[in-house]
């Protein structure tokens, strides 16, 4: 009698200890999994922005990769006066900012395809109304003409009349295009955030 309880508890033992194992066999299968991949899209070659300065809203130079270096940045040109798509964007980029916990290693950065009209003072105002430690940038006509060049950001007309290149490009730590966002894909950085700052 006494033998057939052991055997029954055993058996039953074996079982729960099959159970378990499947179980912590699955749950470590689906942490290795990679996840989806990133929504927007990767550069073959990522595409160095080295030499361009601006001003930042504290009115001094700011080398848009050297500045940079070291960190993931997330930058966007865009003007203060856009009546849709910048504060859109810059929502955007604050919600996924937020939502990685705001990490020192992350930069979020407009430049201003207005410069004329959005000094350092207006620039500052405008991204720290997002976040406090975004980064606005400005600078003369030919710094920002440059800088947006070097992005691939075409802009044209003056004030509100102004249209411009909407995506989101994403710097890795040496401070090289490796990503671009379009706007049908920045809702996504949220989700893609924990794995580009682990990966560029």
């Known amino acids: 009698m006494l033998a057939r309880v052991t055997r029954s508890v055993r ?3 074996s079982v729960v200890l099959l ?3 499947g ?3 699955y749950l470590l299968g689906t942490s290795l999994r990679p996840g989806p991949e990133p929504a927007g899209t990767a550069l073959q070659e990522p595409v ?3 030499g361009l300065t601006l001003v930042d809203q504290r009115g001094a130079a700011f080398d848009l990769a050297g500045d940079l270096e070291g960190d993931v940045a ?3 040109f865009g003007f203060t006066r856009c009546p849709d798509v910048c504060p859109l964007t810059m929502a955007q980029l604050s919600s996924a900012y937020g939502a990685v916990g705001e990490p020192e290693d992350l930069k979020v950065v407009m430049v201003t395809v207005d410069p004329e009209h959005d000094t350092p003072e207006v620039v500052g105002a405008y991204v720290e109304r997002f976040h406090p430690a975004f980064v606005g940038l400005t600078g003369t006509n030919p710094q920002v003409a440059a800088a947006a060049k070097a992005f691939f950001v075409g802009y044209s007309g003056a004030g509100v009349e102004t249209i411009h290149t909407e995506y989101v490009a994403v710097l ?3 401070g090289r295009i490796a990503y671009v966002y379009g ?6 950085l949220s989700r893609d955030l924990p794995r ?3 990966e560029l």
Request: proline share 4%; charged share 15%.
């Open 11 to 13: 058996s039953a033992l």
């Open 19 to 21: 159970v378990v194992a």
């Open 23 to 25: 179980a912590g066999a």
């Open 48 to 50: 160095a922005v080295s």
């Open 74 to 76: 997330l930058v966007f």
């Open 172 to 174: 890795d730590r040496q």
């Open 183 to 188: 706007s049908d894909a920045v809702p996504s």
């Open 196 to 198: 580009l700052l682990r």
